[in-house]
């Protein structure tokens, strides 16, 4: 975390995020970090869809034909949460943290997408045997390593 | 926390919430619960003041007059979060957790409001000696007895 904060305090670019399954985790961390408040915007823990829909804008289609743990979703976050803050990055976490299946997809499945103007890269996780905050820390983790990939 | 989320799941209302200086950590200690995601909707984690004004919509008259760390503030915060996301309650956090004082404000300064869509209520914190987490976690417990004292 503090590798991408004096990155982009060095760039001086900024980034927001947009969770779900993480549920704030990301802001909280960062946000621990002193020099954070340059370059860090804020983030939308978009915990329940109305949330998403309604407030970050993904569309109802898109959660209707793929569901809100997709690949698709896990785009559209990222991408509104960047118009809507207009920051350089943004991060958005979406996935199936249990203890309930959510739309028949497996308990441990999760997609993270990073994306910037000009492109995006998504990530799919797969992790049976985390319980609830592993989940989320993990989350984190393969978001921190896919941040320091996409600024390669 | 176990006892909002309980008192919520009970009672089948729901919360949002806009978090500045706790910069997201009520968000991902709720969603740490199991049974939150029933009554949680989710957060602004409105770090920076551009994420206030453009995304939750705070007047830019009310950062000039009073500053981000006043009461006013933490009342729009709050009754826009509740607008805007359909909660029953919401909780708004706005403080300077240092260590650069703003708005030639005191550093450990901070406002926190409860409110639903009949009343609402604000308090005023006032800790010279913690540090950045202390000052967070302190801020949600705050919360927290506030909640309860709101419901009574």
């Keep these: 975390m503090i590798k991408l904060v004096n990155y982009l305090n060095k760039t001086n670019q900024t980034i927001s995020t947009c969770e779900s399954f993480t549920g704030g985790m990301f802001a909280n961390e960062i946000t621990n970090i002193s020099g954070a408040s340059n370059v860090y ?3 939308f823990v978009s915990y329940q ?3 998403k829909q309604s407030i970050v804008g ?9 569901g809100v743990v997709s690949e698709e979703c896990a785009i559209e976050m990222a991408q509104n949460t960047l118009k809507l803050t207009k920051s350089d990055f943004s991060i958005s976490f979406t996935g199936n943290a249990g203890p309930l299946a959510m739309e028949n997809k497996e308990i ?5 997408c990073i994306c910037s103007k000009s492109k995006y890269k998504v990530v799919e996780i797969n992790e049976k045997n985390m319980n609830r905050i ?5 989350g984190l983790t393969v978001a921190l390593n896919l941040f320091l990939d996409f600024i390669k």
């Design 49 to 51: 869809n109305s949330f």
């Design 58 to 66: 993904v569309g109802e289609r898109t959660i209707k034909k793929y």
């Design 134 to 138: 592993e989940f989320k820390e993990n």
């Design 41 to 43: 915007l804020g983030s």
């Design 108 to 112: 441990g499945l999760a997609y993270i």
